[in-house]
């Protein structure tokens, strides 16, 4: 099994700026291409960054491009979702997810999930 924490939530006013992190353990970490969603309240879920094995392609919705930065550290287990210039519409539950194949860049074939981390932006 894989096991996912996210962390470095929390809340910030518009303008600023935050940096999450997942640490996943259970398997080799970069076996796995990594994604970034979030679930505002009475929304659906969004994928908003992914971020290839080797950590060389990166991929981000329209609403978070140029505002949002995927990274991973394959010898940490570790991936990252630096924040900038946040907005009150980023608040959302932030979750991070592996995926073993298929069209990560387009938010399919996640397998692994974490418990996800609360951003707050206000106004």
């Known amino acids: 099994q894989v096991q996912l924490v996210e962390s470095g939530g929390g809340l910030v006013q518009a303008g600023g700026s935050l940096r999450l992190s997942c640490v996943v353990s259970?398997?080799?970490?970069?076996?796995?291409?990594m994604g970034w969603f979030r679930q505002a309240p009475g929304k659906a879920r969004e994928f908003i960054a992914a971020?290839?094995?080797?950590?060389?392609?990166?991929y981000y919705a329209d609403s978070v491009k140029g505002r949002f930065t995927i990274s991973r550290h394959n010898a940490k287990n570790t991936v990252y979702l630096q924040m900038n210039s946040l907005k009150p519409e980023d608040t959302a539950l932030y979750y991070c997810?592996?995926?073993?194949?298929?069209?990560?860049?387009?938010?399919?074939?996640?397998?692994?999930w974490g418990q996800g981390t609360q951003v707050t932006v206000s106004s």
């Open positions: 259970g398997r080799t970490f970069s076996a796995y291409a």
């Open positions: 997810a592996a995926a073993g194949g298929g069209s990560y860049h387009l938010g399919l074939g996640y397998d692994y």
């Open positions: 971020i290839s094995w080797s950590g060389t392609n990166t």
